[in-house]
Each structure stands twice: as structure tokens, then as C-alpha cells.
């Protein structure tokens, strides 16, 4: 049996914790066959080099599931050194996003656009390009899903930050909170928001939980038999 070892970022505020917990156990209900177990990459424990030597004692394989809206450093650094370190036994799957499910989670928190002219999809960011491209296809995506032109400003890393967007987007504007669970980045941008419709984070959705197994699922089929 292949074992499958979700991964978030970790956080310091409760709500997203719970958030996390609540997804992955949504995993394991749409999957009761499958032996699956949560790690973090930050500040949380248990830490998923820790985690993953326990795993590894115990299993012949396990694929790694990044429960992160966009490929970055803890996809290509964090992930990838587990990888490296177990050849053979510890598989990578794909970030949960680019993905057209999450365009529609977006989508459905935004709710009513009627009156909206912009969306503007704000993200936690990335030192790392790749991850803005993801970010930067997300936003097409939910673009062609709302039928509405979608900019998208960063709380960190290299993009361009939340409040210039938001200064130079005209119109009735909504932001669209590209974000797994409440937090420190949440409140960073209803403050930046100013009194403009903001979504709540994507959160445990059972669609989230079912991409999250799709990713498994890919990466396990990919496996020498």
C-alpha cells in the first residue's frame, strides 16, 4: 500500500490549523481505504522530515501531497529533499493549484458579481516565479469562469502587492482570497480590501479534498509496478 502524506504550510493562528485538519479528514472519508497522515513545512508539528522518517519505517511508499495552492520553495526545496532523501520509496504529486476546481471554489465564495466590474485574486505570494505563473493561470481560469477580467496581487514575495493592484484596478472591485484558511495573510487583505467584497478562504472544501486525492492518485498510477 502506498501511503499518502499531505503537507501544508502550517500556522500560528488556531482557525487555519483547524482548517487543515478538517480537509485532510474530509481526504479520509472520501478515501477510508487509504493510510493518510499530515505534515508541515512550518511552524507546525510534526515536521515533514520528521514525519516522513516515521512513514518510511513503516511503509514501503508513500506520495507526498502538497496541500498548497501553487508550486514554490516547499514544493521545489522542502518536498523535493524528502525525495531526494528516501530514492525510490517517497514520490512527489503536484500543488493542489493551478486547477479549474479552485476556480470554481473562488467562484462560489465570491458568490453575487452582479455588480462587480474587477476581481482582483489575492495571493500569499512567492520568492519564486514559478509559483507567480500558477498564481497568474489561476487567475485566468477564474476569469473565464466569471466572465470578468481578474488581476492578481501578492502579500509577499516578488509580485506586485495587493494594495497597488487594488489602487490601479477601476471599477466596482471584489478580491477573491486565494487562501487555504484564515489567518495572518486573511486579515492582511481585508485590511488592504477597504471596505470592498472579499471572499472567504477556499477552507475545507470537499471539492479541495477530492483534488487533493486526484493528485495522489496521479502520481501513485505513475509508480514502477
Known amino acids: 500500500m502506498t501511503d499518502l502524506v499531505a503537507v501544508a504550510h502550517g500556522t500560528a493562528d488556531p482557525r ?7 480537509l485532510v479528514r474530509e481526504m479520509a472519508r472520501q478515501r477510508p481505504d487509504l493510510p493518510i497522515s499530515l505534515g508541515f513545512v512550518d511552524l507546525n508539528l510534526p515536521a515533514l522530515p520528521e514525519l516522513m522518517r516515521r ?3 513503516d511503509s514501503n511508499e508513500a506520495v507526498v501531497v502538497p496541500l498548497l495552492l501553487s508550486s514554490g520553495y516547499h514544493v521545489y526545496v522542502d518536498i523535493a529533499a524528502e525525495v531526494e ?10 500543488a493542489l493549484g493551478p486547477d479549474p476546481v479552485l476556480a470554481e471554489i473562488l467562484a462560489d465564495r465570491l458568490g ?7 476581481v482582483v485574486l489575492a495571493a500569499a505570494g512567492s520568492s519564486d516565479a514559478r509559483a507567480l505563473l500558477d498564481c497568474e493561470e489561476t487567475a485566468a481560469l477564474l476569469s473565464r469562469r466569471i466572465d ?27 478580491v477573491a482570497t486565494y487562501l487555504l484558511a484564515p489567518g495572518f495573510f486573511e486579515t492582511l487583505v481585508r485590511r488592504h480590501a477597504r471596505g470592498r467584497l472579499v471572499s472567504a478562504p477556499l477552507g475545507a ?13 496521479h502520481s501513485a498510477a505513475c509508480l514502477p509496478v
Not at 85 to 94: I, K, M, N, S, T
Not at 112 to 118: A, K, P, V
Not at 205 to 217: K, N, Q, S, V, Y
Open 205 to 217: 472544501d470537499p471539492r479541495l479534498a477530492t483534488l487533493a486525492l486526484h493528485r495522489f492518485t
Open 55 to 57: 512513514v518510511v519505517a
Open 85 to 94: 532523501r528516501y530514492p525510490g520509496q517517497v514520490h512527489p504529486a503536484e
Open 112 to 118: 453575487d458579481l452582479s455588480r462587480t466590474d474587477h
Open 16 to 22: 487555519g490549523i483547524r482548517v487543515v485538519h478538517d
Open 148 to 174: 470578468r477580467p481578474v488581476r492578481v496581487g501578492y502579500l509577499s514575495g516578488v509580485g506586485e502587492r495587493l494594495p497597488a493592484v487594488l489602487a490601479r484596478t477601476p471599477g466596482r472591485v471584489a
